[in-house]
DNA sequence: GCGACAG
DNA sequence: ATCTTGTCGC
């Protein structure tokens, strides 16, 4: 795939993304994160309840098959992503992803090609802005448009998928972002683990 | 043309 | 993301 088939295809993803709660309840949360030796990629996929309980926890190993372009995360994370997803047994109602979601130069993040593609709600969580200016009060403008939110000076979110960025900021605030922390040290373990006896 | 640039 | 020493602040 080149870049320009990526862009078509996040332009096009763009206009699938729904901006407005659309679920009945969260009771669980999941969180995915991808660390790398290289281009081996590890992946772990945490689901928590909403009283952060631990319900499931996987890895994953594969091949990272693009580099990382700014804009084009989704073609570094997304398969390896996808993959460890699979391999959940349990059911969750929201997704967390670290990167952005609609607060992206087409409107088209990380979370939003996720949350789109599975069709769960999806937040994206990120630690710096790839677009867009802080406004007093926090939220984030984007072309004349409110598409996120900073939480604090390291965390920046935006809606990924069936959720509104009002809900998202209420739902962090109430449950923090958890299973995403825990993704980030599993799959930073899975990768020492790996260091160690290679 | 130049600089900036999620993870 | 990853590499990587000393250093500033709570």
Request: hydrophobic share 40%.
């Amino acid at each position: 795939m080149t870049y320009d088939d990526a862009i078509r295809m996040q332009n096009e993803t763009a206009r699938k993304v729904v901006m407005q709660d659309d679920f009945s309840q969260i009771n669980r949360i999941c969180g995915v994160d991808v660390a790398y030796i290289g281009d081996v990629a590890f992946c772990s996929a945490v689901v928590m309840d909403k009283n952060s309980q631990l319900v499931e926890s996987v890895d994953s190993e594969t091949e990272a098959k693009h580099s990382y372009v700014p804009g084009l995360l989704m073609l570094r994370e997304a398969g390896p992503i996808f993959d460890t997803l699979e391999m959940l047994k349990s059911s969750y109602d929201l997704l967390l992803a670290n990167g952005h979601g609609v607060l992206h130069p087409r409107k088209c993040g990380l979370a939003c090609h996720i949350g789109v593609n599975l069709d769960k709600p999806t937040i994206g969580v990120a630690k710096s802005l790839l677009c867009g200016n802080v406004k007093p009060g926090g939220f984030v403008e984007m072309g004349g448009e409110i598409l996120g939110y900073q939480v604090s000076s390291k965390m920046y979110i935006s809606v990924g998928h069936k959720i509104s960025l009002k809900t998202a900021i209420a739902i962090l605030k109430e449950h923090g972002t958890e299973p995403l922390k825990k993704a980030d040290i599993n799959s930073k373990a899975q990768k020492m683990r790996k260091g160690l006896r290679t």
